[in-house]
């Protein structure tokens, strides 16, 4: 086969990624769907590696993975933060966008 | 000699400034301040005629320049005088008169706490009416005719309180501002025309002009002689103008201001001269209003309109003569002159006789006041013989020369303006008959336990014989181998009529026509009692006791029609010019309104979004690419 | 080890037997996250779905990546997840019932669209040949990566060491609860509780009648409605109240309707009152 | 270089703003006089300009000042007066302090309010009012277009929280109505300028491309485009000037205010205060007129000569459109706003007119509207802070029980109505003459104005003033001490400058003519050549010295 599948695989699991974040209400499923989608996009960055046979891809993926760390740390204690004020997680609860 | 002119101006002003800024504590001396100044004025006035009475005839005219007024590229506005043998005639008038009339106010406004006042708006009117004759140029007269109005407005409303006086000054104002209209526009046009508008070069610039615009420069003259002279079309204001105080219907609206316009077309006489049409204008009006006011004359009761209705019609004479080109301009202000004393002295008499019946004005409530004011009734009596014209008396001298002259017009034109001015004096002898009887003949028709008819204080009295002997005498002594003529001639170039008639006859005519007038009202009113109420009378008459419903159509047309623009304007104004912008705004907010439901607030919605925006991202790119 | 990744446009039977079977793994673990109801298990799926990933990265070639993968990924940050997951509630799970107007539909469709555009252009882009990563990953991968990250990387990856620290900071700072104020002391609070007027005396006591007598049951009222107030505040906002059995509350009417017999007295409203019971905690769950 | 005059006198009610609005909330009063003690510091340093001012002097501008400020745009600090910018700072420098004495207790605390440490009304109100002095004395000194659009436009920010901030409480229908309709009134009054501000920084960009496009550099010197011009080295394209015309005219239209864009003018003169009235008709709206003389005709000269005709025949109708409505008028406030309309409309006839009697006249107008709607509308306003309201069928006989009032109030209105011997008439008898040497048809129109200017004078001073006194005014004082130091100075100016404007015509008539150069019209010339025309005051003692031979 094609090693270009692993792109479609990678395209496949970010638009289920994507579709998860708008579905979900759940702050912390939402946030694991972000994760998924980059992921996905870290898979592309590897094949894409392959695929012109420099590393530059993988660094990439890696950058990715430490600010994907980063981003998850600290969203994660503002969902914890919100969660002790209102008492929920829920995305659509934190609407004060619009006042 | 020349810097005493500035001083004529002067003194009437410092009056005026002094009065209505001095506050209260000039209310005990301030009618004495305003009477001095204006005996001041006089007095220059006097010197400088005796100076001018000692010079060659041709080299009379004074000029003093004081400043320069409004210099903008070609438009040189300067204040300067000029004062020449008509100037000086008016400032004769003004400052006489005046000085009598402020006189006989101390007595009249006696008890009316507001007398600083009404002396500083007398003394401001000398100032304005003597700028108005004494100026070099016209925008500066133009200052002189709009004080005088400002002046009568504030002199017409005095009493302000009274709803109708405030409406009568603001009517006169207006009617006034009417005719400005046409001395603002003739000003203009002469400015486009010869680049300046002081006489001297206007005047002297008329001959090589072409005849249209000085045709426009006569009509528009014409139009402001008009409002301020109470000439119709524009003389509704004069009868109303009678809510002011008597002594200021004596000098403004009888002997000087509402003269002003015939000063102004005798001014420009150079340019009717060369105009004429607008010559045959002016006369058309004068012998319609010489008729016009007679005839409203003859049919009112209030004692007050009767006379405003005569001197509309004495201008009218004047006008006509006016019109009349070199052979009438002397006579017209000769009867102007006279006219000012035998018309003051008339109304000086009738404040007399309301002086002393309580203000009250309806002739019908007087009758038999002879023997309880007896220094009116004579006063009263020379000029009323005066005014019609009785042989030896001054009207008589200036009124013959003028029918004179219309007849000497020539052609048609002149058979029917004299014919018209032969009426107009048949008229005035019926008129001024009935005044006099209804006021001073016949049986009391007042009630002895009310008003208790008393002859009018030393102040009051003094300046009636005065202008009564004026009213004597003058005519005689101008007409003595036509001294006035020649006095007035250098500046008005004076031509002898070549008369259809001769003289002789047309005096006879006139006696005639006099004693008929005379004859007639000495029936309907001398013979048979007068009764209190009024008889309703013919159509004529009640249309004439409505001033001829002139001023219902001018209700009608302008106030109504007015009103009624304004009101559409008004509409107009919110509903499109205004509502255009608020349509617009309304529109802006619905649409924003219509965003505002994308911002839910929710963050999945926005995620919506900007997963739809990025799909069309994409899209793009790939359609790029593939294109 | 090269051979994986060999330069070379298609790859071995292995592999693509690999990708398939791993790859619906990971399709369906992806799905899994998405769908599942409670956290937990999104939690769990996703972290399958991450291995599998992993395995594909060591695939291409990428060994410390998958490495990386399975250790940093997999092994911290799901776990954190797990943990937050934990402290807001694992049985917290939010219905799957769409409150949005349409945003259910608008995400399908977007979603679908999205993934068949990003397909379209994988699929009309031009990416036949593929290097490999022979030779780069010649001298070992993980020597490669370093040679690039403290040479060309270097700054990018000073930058992304500051921003794991302020990262760190800042999740202490946002977690952590300074206490403003001292603690108020039992006196204090009882006089607080006394001045404020309602509930003088102890909150009451969960359980009911002892019959099960469990922190997460609520005692019931006189006309046998279950208390709120008598549930631990965290139980109640995880919508952790276990709803008092059916019997129980029968049996109580029992109780209720004999005592009134011998009272002769009418219980008409009272028993109406007492339904609404069992369905109280649920609504309070609910929010 | 020399003393910076120019930007010292913008900046130092600047400065005083700053101060005014730093005191604390109690010190009131001091605030009141520190406001009033920098107005009066800047109407010295007016009078100073006008005094180092040389009416004769080469060259357009004088105390010039120029500074690079944004190179890479070529905007230039750059200040300079002509006369007609003179004679404005220092009617803004005069009417300020008035003003502020007028305003004296609008912006107090009122009594039943409860008092807040942070809220500080009184100092606002007059940091405010010098703010807005300061930006209109800078743009009438700005010579970059730049620096003028900027100042141009942070005008509105001041103004609109004077107008939507401090209101008459004559609302009639109580505090909170009124305050709606003054915040309405003040959105009004913003969005409209801002709209008209927008299209005129496009035309300011497109101005810039084109010289930058011609020029090489781009600039937005006044002078040095003018120069460029009239070398040949810039030409503007026909079509392009004309839209950069339009759009700078749009805006000066809007602030003059311009038929059919006045209507936020009666909504904003009626809802403030008086004084805040007379700051926008009498200062603000002049910096409108004056940027159209300034701007629009020595930017554009073509395009000008090109709108003329249209821009002539909406100043007519703006001129008879506001007097018209001004005699419709309920609201004493809202008729003088009409008023100014009309007024406004002379200006623009005299400036269009394109004759050197029509600019100078319009430059005097502003000058002489200025101080006629300041007396006018201040003495209306201490009339309606008596009564407690602003509709004319309230009042009836004032005269009788405050007859000083009514005098000051029959002044205003006849200088309103150009009463001959008052300073309007002579600006609005040359704006007549210039449009009718040119235009004969609209002076003849135009003339008509005169008629409804008294109409509604004289109907607004019968219904307040004359007839029988009612009861509601009875026991209304008459002018207060500081009323009248506010009232008697302007009238005095009043009945000066229409005795002896010469100082005045001085000044500005070599401004009007470099303008007219620029735009390159000459005075059509009289009909006939009449040899005494040089003038009266040569002519003056020509006539004497003949007289005097004559008489020997």
Same mark, same amino acid.
């Given at each position: 086969?094609?090693?270009?599948?692993?792109?479609?695989?990678?395209?496949?699991?970010?638009?289920?990624?994507?579709?998860?974040?708008?579905?979900?209400?759940?702050?912390?499923?939402?946030?694991?769907?972000?994760?998924?989608?980059?992921?996905?996009?870290?898979?592309?960055?590897?094949?894409?590696?392959?695929?012109?046979?420099?590393?530059?891809?993988?660094?990439?993926?890696?950058?990715?993975?430490?600010?994907?760390?980063?981003?998850?740390?600290?969203?994660?204690?503002?969902?914890?933060?919100?969660?002790?004020?209102?008492?929920?997680?829920?995305?659509?609860?934190?609407?004060?966008?619009?006042? | 000699?020349?810097?005493?002119?500035?001083?004529?101006?002067?003194?009437?002003?410092?009056?005026?400034?002094?009065?209505?800024?001095?506050?209260?504590?000039?209310?005990?001396?301030?009618?004495?301040?305003?009477?001095?100044?204006?005996?001041?004025?006089?007095?220059?006035?006097?010197?400088?005629?005796?100076?001018?009475?000692?010079?060659?005839?041709?080299?009379?005219?004074?000029?003093?320049?004081?400043?320069?007024?409004?210099?903008?590229?070609?438009?040189?506005?300067?204040?300067?005088?000029?004062?020449?043998?008509?100037?000086?005639?008016?400032?004769?008038?003004?400052?006489?008169?005046?000085?009598?009339?402020?006189?006989?106010?101390?007595?009249?406004?006696?008890?009316?706490?507001?007398?600083?006042?009404?002396?500083?708006?007398?003394?401001?009117?000398?100032?304005?009416?003597?700028?108005?004759?004494?100026?070099?140029?016209?925008?500066?007269?133009?200052?002189?005719?709009?004080?005088?109005?400002?002046?009568?407005?504030?002199?017409?409303?005095?009493?302000?309180?009274?709803?109708?006086?405030?409406?009568?000054?603001?009517?006169?104002?207006?009617?006034?501002?009417?005719?400005?209209?046409?001395?603002?526009?003739?000003?203009?046009?002469?400015?486009?025309?010869?680049?300046?508008?002081?006489?001297?070069?206007?005047?002297?610039?008329?001959?090589?002009?072409?005849?249209?615009?000085?045709?426009?420069?006569?009509?528009?003259?014409?139009?402001?002689?008009?409002?301020?002279?109470?000439?119709?079309?524009?003389?509704?204001?004069?009868?109303?103008?009678?809510?002011?105080?008597?002594?200021?219907?004596?000098?403004?609206?009888?002997?000087?201001?509402?003269?002003?316009?015939?000063?102004?077309?005798?001014?420009?006489?150079?340019?009717?001269?060369?105009?004429?049409?607008?010559?045959?204008?002016?006369?058309?009006?004068?012998?319609?209003?010489?008729?016009?006011?007679?005839?409203?004359?003859?049919?009112?009761?209030?004692?007050?309109?009767?006379?405003?209705?005569?001197?509309?019609?004495?201008?009218?004479?004047?006008?006509?003569?006016?019109?009349?080109?070199?052979?009438?301009?002397?006579?017209?202000?000769?009867?102007?002159?006279?006219?000012?004393?035998?018309?003051?002295?008339?109304?000086?008499?009738?404040?007399?006789?309301?002086?002393?019946?309580?203000?009250?004005?309806?002739?019908?409530?007087?009758?038999?006041?002879?023997?309880?004011?007896?220094?009116?009734?004579?006063?009263?009596?020379?000029?009323?013989?005066?005014?019609?014209?009785?042989?030896?008396?001054?009207?008589?001298?200036?009124?013959?020369?003028?029918?004179?002259?219309?007849?000497?017009?020539?052609?048609?034109?002149?058979?029917?303006?004299?014919?018209?001015?032969?009426?107009?004096?048949?008229?005035?002898?019926?008129?001024?008959?009935?005044?006099?009887?209804?006021?001073?003949?016949?049986?009391?028709?007042?009630?002895?336990?009310?008003?208790?008819?008393?002859?009018?204080?030393?102040?009051?009295?003094?300046?009636?014989?005065?202008?009564?002997?004026?009213?004597?005498?003058?005519?005689?002594?101008?007409?003595?181998?036509?001294?006035?003529?020649?006095?007035?001639?250098?500046?008005?170039?004076?031509?002898?009529?070549?008369?259809?008639?001769?003289?002789?006859?047309?005096?006879?005519?006139?006696?005639?026509?006099?004693?008929?007038?005379?004859?007639?009202?000495?029936?309907?009113?001398?013979?048979?009692?007068?009764?209190?109420?009024?008889?309703?009378?013919?159509?004529?008459?009640?249309?004439?006791?409505?001033?001829?419903?002139?001023?219902?159509?001018?209700?009608?047309?302008?106030?109504?029609?007015?009103?009624?623009?304004?009101?559409?304007?008004?509409?107009?104004?919110?509903?499109?010019?205004?509502?255009?912008?608020?349509?617009?705004?309304?529109?802006?907010?619905?649409?924003?309104?219509?965003?505002?439901?994308?911002?839910?607030?929710?963050?999945?919605?926005?995620?919506?979004?900007?997963?739809?925006?990025?799909?069309?991202?994409?899209?793009?790119?790939?359609?790029?690419?593939?294109? | 080890?090269?051979?994986?990744?060999?330069? @070379? /446009?298609?790859?071995?039977?292995?592999?693509?037997? #690999?990708?398939?079977?791993? !790859?619906? =793994?990971?399709?369906?673990? $992806? &799905?899994?996250?998405?769908?599942?109801?409670?956290?937990?298990?999104?939690?769990?799926?996703?972290?399958?779905?991450?291995?599998?990933?992993?395995?594909?990265?060591?695939?291409?070639?990428?060994?410390?990546?998958?490495?990386?993968?399975?250790?940093?990924?997999?092994?911290?940050?799901?776990?954190?997840?797990?943990?937050?997951?934990?402290?807001?509630?694992?049985?917290?799970?939010?219905?799957?019932?769409?409150?949005?107007?349409?945003?259910?539909?608008?995400?399908?469709?977007?979603?679908?669209?999205?993934?068949?555009?990003?397909?379209?252009?994988?699929?009309? @882009? /031009?990416?036949?040949?593929?290097?490999?990563?022979? #030779?780069?990953?010649?001298? !070992?991968? =993980?020597?490669?990566?370093? $040679? &690039?990250?403290?040479?060309?990387?270097?700054?990018?990856?000073?930058?992304?060491?500051?921003?794991?620290?302020?990262?760190?900071?800042?999740?202490?700072?946002?977690?952590?609860?300074?206490?403003?104020?001292?603690?108020?002391?039992?006196?204090?609070?009882?006089?607080?509780?006394?001045?404020?007027?309602?509930?003088?005396?102890?909150?009451?006591?969960?359980?009911?009648?002892?019959?099960?007598?469990?922190?997460?049951?609520?005692?019931?009222?006189?006309?046998?409605?279950?208390?709120?107030?008598?549930?631990?505040?965290?139980?109640?906002?995880?919508?952790?109240?276990?709803?008092?059995?059916?019997?129980?509350?029968?049996?109580?009417?029992?109780?209720?309707?004999?005592?009134?017999?011998?009272?002769?007295?009418?219980?008409?409203?009272?028993?109406?009152?007492?339904?609404?019971?069992?369905?109280?905690?649920?609504?309070?769950?609910?929010? | 270089?020399?003393?910076?005059?120019?930007?010292?006198?913008?900046?130092?009610?600047?400065?005083?703003?700053?101060?005014?609005?730093?005191?604390?909330?109690?010190?009131?009063?001091?605030?009141?006089?520190?406001?009033?003690?920098?107005?009066?510091?800047?109407?010295?340093?007016?009078?100073?300009?006008?005094?180092?001012?040389?009416?004769?002097?080469?060259?357009?501008?004088?105390?010039?000042?120029?500074?690079?400020?944004?190179?890479?745009?070529?905007?230039?600090?750059?200040?300079?007066?002509?006369?007609?910018?003179?004679?404005?700072?220092?009617?803004?420098?005069?009417?300020?302090?008035?003003?502020?004495?007028?305003?004296?207790?609008?912006?107090?605390?009122?009594?039943?309010?409860?008092?807040?440490?942070?809220?500080?009304?009184?100092?606002?109100?007059?940091?405010?009012?010098?703010?807005?002095?300061?930006?209109?004395?800078?743009?009438?000194?700005?010579?970059?277009?730049?620096?003028?659009?900027?100042?141009?436009?942070?005008?509105?920010?001041?103004?609109?929280?004077?107008?939507?901030?401090?209101?008459?409480?004559?609302?009639?229908?109580?505090?909170?109505?009124?305050?709606?309709?003054?915040?309405?009134?003040?959105?009004?009054?913003?969005?409209?300028?801002?709209?008209?501000?927008?299209?005129?920084?496009?035309?300011?960009?497109?101005?810039?491309?084109?010289?930058?496009?011609?020029?090489?550099?781009?600039?937005?010197?006044?002078?040095?485009?003018?120069?460029?011009?009239?070398?040949?080295?810039?030409?503007?394209?026909?079509?392009?000037?004309?839209?950069?015309?339009?759009?700078?005219?749009?805006?000066?239209?809007?602030?003059?205010?311009?038929?059919?864009?006045?209507?936020?003018?009666?909504?904003?003169?009626?809802?403030?205060?008086?004084?805040?009235?007379?700051?926008?008709?009498?200062?603000?709206?002049?910096?409108?007129?004056?940027?159209?003389?300034?701007?629009?005709?020595?930017?554009?000269?073509?395009?000008?000569?090109?709108?003329?005709?249209?821009?002539?025949?909406?100043?007519?109708?703006?001129?008879?459109?506001?007097?018209?409505?001004?005699?419709?008028?309920?609201?004493?406030?809202?008729?003088?706003?009409?008023?100014?309309?009309?007024?406004?409309?002379?200006?623009?006839?005299?400036?269009?007119?394109?004759?050197?009697?029509?600019?100078?006249?319009?430059?005097?107008?502003?000058?002489?509207?200025?101080?006629?709607?300041?007396?006018?509308?201040?003495?209306?306003?201490?009339?309606?802070?008596?009564?407690?309201?602003?509709?004319?069928?309230?009042?009836?006989?004032?005269?009788?029980?405050?007859?000083?009032?009514?005098?000051?109030?029959?002044?205003?209105?006849?200088?309103?109505?150009?009463?001959?011997?008052?300073?309007?008439?002579?600006?609005?008898?040359?704006?007549?003459?210039?449009?009718?040497?040119?235009?004969?048809?609209?002076?003849?129109?135009?003339?008509?104005?005169?008629?409804?200017?008294?109409?509604?004078?004289?109907?607004?001073?019968?219904?307040?003033?004359?007839?029988?006194?009612?009861?509601?005014?009875?026991?209304?004082?008459?002018?207060?001490?500081?009323?009248?130091?506010?009232?008697?100075?302007?009238?005095?100016?009043?009945?000066?400058?229409?005795?002896?404007?010469?100082?005045?015509?001085?000044?500005?008539?070599?401004?009007?003519?470099?303008?007219?150069?620029?735009?390159?019209?000459?005075?059509?010339?009289?009909?006939?050549?009449?040899?005494?025309?040089?003038?009266?005051?040569?002519?003056?003692?020509?006539?004497?010295?003949?007289?005097?031979?004559?008489?020997?």
């Amino acid at each position: 086969m094609n090693p270009v599948n692993y792109l479609y695989l990678a395209a496949l699991l970010f638009t289920i990624g994507a579709a998860g974040v708008l579905i979900r209400r759940n702050a912390i499923v939402v946030f694991m769907c972000i994760e998924l989608m980059l992921n996905a996009c870290n898979l592309a960055f590897v094949v894409f590696a392959r695929m012109h046979g420099n590393l530059d891809g993988q660094i990439i993926a890696f950058f990715t993975m430490v600010v994907a760390a980063a981003e998850v740390v600290v969203g994660l204690a503002i969902i914890v933060s919100i969660f002790r004020t209102r008492h929920t997680a829920s995305v659509d609860d934190a609407s004060l966008m619009k006042l | 000699m020349e810097n005493l002119i500035a001083l004529l101006v002067a003194a009437p002003l410092v009056g005026a400034a002094l009065l209505l800024c001095g506050g209260k504590r000039l209310d005990r001396a301030g009618h004495w301040i305003g009477t001095l100044l204006a005996v001041a004025s006089f007095a220059v006035a006097a010197v400088l005629f005796a100076d001018m009475l000692g010079k060659a005839a041709g080299h009379r005219a004074l000029h003093q320049h004081l400043f320069s007024w409004i210099p903008v590229g070609g438009f040189r506005a300067d204040v300067a005088f000029q004062l020449d043998q008509l100037s000086m005639t008016f400032v004769l008038l003004i400052t006489g008169v005046g000085s009598l009339i402020h006189i006989y106010s101390i007595g009249y406004m006696e008890h009316d706490e507001r007398r600083r006042r009404f002396f500083g708006y007398l003394n401001l009117f000398l100032a304005a009416m003597l700028l108005l004759v004494l100026a070099d140029n016209y925008l500066l007269l133009y200052v002189g005719w709009e004080g005088v109005g400002l002046a009568s407005y504030l002199l017409i409303g005095f009493w302000q309180h009274k709803p109708s006086a405030a409406t009568a000054a603001k009517k006169a104002f207006l009617v006034n501002r009417v005719g400005d209209i046409g001395l603002s526009i003739a000003i203009m046009v002469m400015f486009t025309t010869f680049g300046t508008f002081a006489f001297g070069p206007v005047l002297a610039a008329t001959g090589d002009t072409g005849e249209g615009r000085l045709t426009a420069i006569g009509l528009m003259l014409l139009l402001a002689a008009c409002g301020k002279s109470a000439q119709v079309p524009l003389q509704s204001w004069l009868g109303d103008a009678m809510e002011g105080p008597t002594p200021v219907s004596a000098l403004i609206h009888a002997a000087t201001m509402v003269t002003a316009g015939v000063y102004l077309i005798t001014r420009s006489g150079a340019i009717f001269n060369a105009a004429p049409t607008a010559q045959l204008a002016v006369v058309v009006v004068g012998a319609v209003t010489l008729l016009f006011g007679a005839i409203v004359g003859c049919a009112k009761d209030d004692i007050k309109k009767a006379l405003a209705g005569s001197t509309m019609s004495q201008i009218g004479y004047m006008i006509l003569a006016a019109g009349l080109g070199p052979i009438g301009y002397a006579f017209a202000i000769m009867h102007l002159v006279t006219h000012g004393f035998f018309k003051a002295g008339l109304f000086l008499g009738a404040g007399s006789v309301m002086h002393g019946m309580n203000d009250e004005v309806d002739m019908r409530r007087y009758g038999g006041l002879r023997s309880y004011m007896p220094i009116t009734f004579v006063t009263f009596g020379l000029g009323y013989l005066a005014i019609i014209g009785f042989p030896g008396l001054s009207g008589f001298f200036s009124k013959d020369k003028i029918i004179e002259a219309a007849f000497a017009k020539g052609g048609a034109e002149g058979w029917i303006l004299g014919a018209a001015a032969l009426l107009g004096a048949a008229i005035t002898a019926f008129y001024m008959t009935r005044v006099m009887l209804m006021t001073f003949f016949g049986e009391k028709r007042w009630n002895p336990a009310e008003v208790h008819p008393h002859e009018s204080p030393k102040s009051m009295t003094i300046p009636m014989i005065v202008l009564a002997v004026g009213s004597v005498f003058a005519g005689g002594l101008f007409s003595i181998d036509d001294a006035f003529v020649t006095w007035l001639e250098p500046v008005t170039s004076f031509a002898h009529g070549n008369s259809p008639v001769s003289a002789t006859a047309v005096t006879a005519a006139t006696i005639v026509v006099l004693l008929a007038g005379v004859g007639v009202a000495w029936l309907k009113y001398g013979r048979k009692p007068v009764p209190v109420a009024a008889p309703r009378g013919s159509v004529l008459t009640r249309a004439a006791r409505r001033d001829l419903l002139q001023d219902d159509f001018n209700h009608i047309v302008f106030v109504r029609g007015g009103e009624q623009l304004t009101r559409t304007l008004v509409q107009l104004d919110h509903s499109l010019v205004d509502g255009a912008v608020n349509g617009t705004a309304a529109s802006m907010g619905g649409l924003s309104g219509l965003l505002r439901r994308l911002q839910t607030g929710f963050v999945r919605s926005y995620a919506v979004q900007m997963l739809g925006g990025a799909a069309v991202l994409v899209a793009a790119t790939l359609l790029m690419r593939s294109v | 080890m090269t051979g994986l990744a060999a330069a @070379a /446009s298609t790859t071995s039977l292995g592999e693509a037997v #690999q990708f398939w079977i791993l !790859g619906t =793994v990971a399709v369906i673990g $992806a &799905l899994c996250t998405i769908l599942m109801k409670r956290a937990v298990h999104s939690a769990l799926s996703l972290a399958g779905t991450m291995i599998v990933l992993a395995v594909f990265y060591l695939a291409n070639g990428a060994y410390f990546l998958g490495v990386v993968q399975i250790v940093v990924y997999t092994g911290a940050i799901m776990m954190l997840f797990l943990f937050v997951v934990m402290l807001v509630g694992v049985t917290a799970a939010d219905s799957l019932k769409e409150t949005l107007k349409g945003q259910r539909w608008l995400a399908a469709g977007l979603g679908l669209g999205f993934g068949i555009l990003l397909i379209a252009g994988i699929g009309n @882009a /031009s990416l036949r040949h593929f290097d490999g990563l022979g #030779q780069a990953n010649a001298g !070992g991968n =993980v020597q490669g990566l370093a $040679a &690039l990250i403290f040479t060309k990387y270097v700054f990018a990856f000073e930058a992304t060491g500051a921003l794991l620290i302020t990262a760190a900071v800042g999740a202490m700072v946002l977690t952590h609860r300074e206490r403003t104020e001292r603690a108020t002391s039992q006196r204090e609070r009882s006089q607080a509780r006394v001045r404020a007027g309602k509930q003088v005396p102890p909150l009451p006591a969960p359980g009911v009648y002892a019959r099960h007598n469990a922190v997460d049951i609520p005692g019931l009222l006189p006309d046998g409605t279950p208390s709120e107030l008598t549930v631990n505040p965290t139980l109640r906002a995880r919508g952790q109240i276990r709803d008092v059995s059916g019997e129980a509350l029968t049996g109580v009417k029992e109780l209720e309707r004999r005592s009134e017999d011998w009272l002769e007295r009418d219980s008409g409203p009272r028993s109406s009152s007492a339904a609404p019971g069992p369905a109280a905690p649920k609504e309070e769950a609910k929010k | 270089m020399s003393f910076p005059l120019l930007t010292v006198t913008a900046a130092v009610p600047a400065v005083g703003a700053i101060a005014t609005a730093a005191l604390p909330a109690a010190r009131r009063t001091a605030a009141k006089w520190l406001a009033l003690l920098f107005s009066l510091a800047t109407l010295a340093l007016a009078l100073l300009i006008a005094f180092r001012f040389r009416p004769g002097a080469t060259g357009p501008y004088q105390l010039t000042e120029s500074h690079t400020w944004i190179p890479d745009f070529g905007v230039r600090y750059e200040l300079g007066v002509d006369g007609i910018a003179v004679a404005l700072i220092a009617l803004t420098a005069l009417l300020i302090p008035f003003v502020i004495l007028a305003g004296w207790h609008d912006a107090d605390v009122l009594e039943d309010t409860r008092p807040n440490r942070r809220w500080r009304p009184t100092q606002g109100f007059f940091a405010l009012i010098l703010a807005v002095e300061a930006m209109v004395v800078i743009s009438f000194e700005a010579t970059d277009v730049f620096l003028f659009y900027l100042f141009f436009e942070a005008m509105l920010i001041p103004m609109y929280f004077l107008i939507g901030g401090f209101g008459d409480r004559a609302g009639g229908h109580g505090e909170e109505e009124a305050a709606a309709q003054r915040s309405r009134a003040a959105v009004k009054f913003l969005l409209y300028n801002l709209a008209g501000g927008l299209i005129m920084l496009a035309a300011v960009i497109g101005l810039y491309a084109v010289t930058a496009d011609q020029l090489g550099t781009g600039t937005f010197s006044l002078q040095q485009i003018v120069e460029a011009r009239a070398a040949g080295k810039l030409d503007i394209a026909t079509g392009t000037e004309r839209l950069l015309f339009l759009g700078f005219f749009f805006a000066f239209a809007v602030k003059a205010p311009l038929w059919p864009l006045h209507t936020w003018l009666p909504g904003a003169m009626g809802e403030s205060t008086a004084p805040v009235a007379v700051l926008i008709t009498a200062v603000v709206d002049k910096v409108g007129t004056f940027a159209m003389l300034r701007f629009c005709l020595q930017l554009f000269p073509q395009a000008s000569s090109w709108a003329t005709p249209v821009i002539l025949v909406l100043a007519l109708i703006s001129v008879l459109y506001g007097a018209l409505l001004a005699v419709a008028q309920r609201d004493i406030k809202r008729l003088i706003a009409y008023a100014s309309i009309s007024h406004f409309g002379f200006i623009v006839l005299g400036i269009f007119a394109m004759t050197s009697q029509g600019q100078s006249g319009a430059t005097l107008y502003m000058v002489n509207h200025g101080i006629s709607t300041a007396a006018l509308m201040l003495v209306a306003g201490f009339l309606i802070s008596r009564r407690g309201s602003r509709l004319i069928a309230d009042y009836g006989g004032v005269q009788k029980v405050a007859p000083i009032l009514a005098g000051t109030f029959l002044v205003g209105g006849l200088a309103t109505l150009s009463l001959p011997g008052l300073a309007p008439f002579v600006s609005e008898f040359l704006v007549l003459v210039g449009t009718f040497s040119r235009y004969p048809a609209i002076g003849v129109i135009a003339t008509v104005a005169i008629v409804l200017a008294a109409l509604y004078v004289l109907v607004l001073y019968q219904r307040t003033m004359t007839g029988p006194v009612r009861d509601e005014v009875r026991a209304m004082p008459d002018l207060r001490v500081r009323e009248l130091v506010v009232v008697a100075p302007l009238i005095a100016l009043l009945i000066f400058l229409g005795v002896y404007p010469k100082p005045l015509t001085d000044l500005v008539n070599p401004a009007v003519g470099h303008t007219l150069s620029v735009v390159d019209k000459k005075d059509p010339q009289p009909a006939v050549q009449v040899d005494a025309v040089p003038g009266g005051d040569r002519r003056g003692p020509a006539v004497r010295d003949q007289d005097v031979e004559a008489a020997k």
